[in-house]
């Protein structure tokens, strides 16, 4: 699976799509605030915060 996330904070929109078929189907959805605050809270360590969260 590929993960996206789109934009931060609140507003920010995550996305799955399978590897190698981009296209063939996305699924788009939001975090709970608390969640993406926790992601966000320290700067440089979003991508790491992302794979635990």
């Keep these: 699976m590929h ?21 063939a189907y996305e699924l788009a959805f939001k975090l709970p605030k608390q969640v993406e605050d926790w992601i966000s809270d320290v700067e440089g360590k979003e991508r790491r915060r992302t794979l635990v969260a």
Excluded: Q, V, Y
């Design 3 to 23: 993960i996206r996330r789109r934009g931060n904070g609140g507003s920010a929109e995550w996305t799955l799509s399978p590897l190698g078929e981009e296209g």
